[in-house]
């Protein structure tokens, strides 16, 4: 059983950095899955926020391309998500995304 788990998570100030990190264990060829990232703010739909295939092929939202930047280390089963120029509106609660399997999320919060 595939199980994900998200740290890197916390309360930060506009024009801030952050990074996330997420942990995964019960997969046997992490390089061939494609990971990625979700977010969730109060009162919204989970959306889409950035993508990493088993090519190294990167893709982000419109709303944060220039900002953050996924990677990832097949070696480790880890995805992160390096996030900058941090506003308010990217506060929402987190989730890494692998092959079927969801995290339990971690909340940023953007505010002075």
């Known amino acids: 059983q595939v199980q994900l788990v998200e740290s890197g998570g916390g309360l930060v100030q506009p024009g801030g950095s952050l990074t996330l990190s997420c942990v995964a264990s019960?997969?046997?060829?992490?390089?061939?899955?494609?990971a990625a990232w979700f977010r969730q703010a109060p009162g919204k739909e989970r959306e889409f926020v950035a993508v990493?295939?088993?090519?190294?092929?990167?893709n982000y939202a419109e709303t944060v391309k220039g900002r953050f930047t996924i990677g990832r280390d097949n070696a480790k089963h880890t995805v992160s998500l390096l996030m900058s120029s941090l506003k308010p509106e990217d506060t929402a609660v987190y989730y890494c995304?692998?092959?079927?399997?969801w995290g339990q999320g971690t909340q940023v919060t953007v505010s002075s």
């Open positions: 995304h692998v092959g079927d399997s």
């Open positions: 019960g997969i046997t060829d992490y390089s061939k899955y494609i």
């Open positions: 990493s295939n088993w090519s190294g092929s990167r």
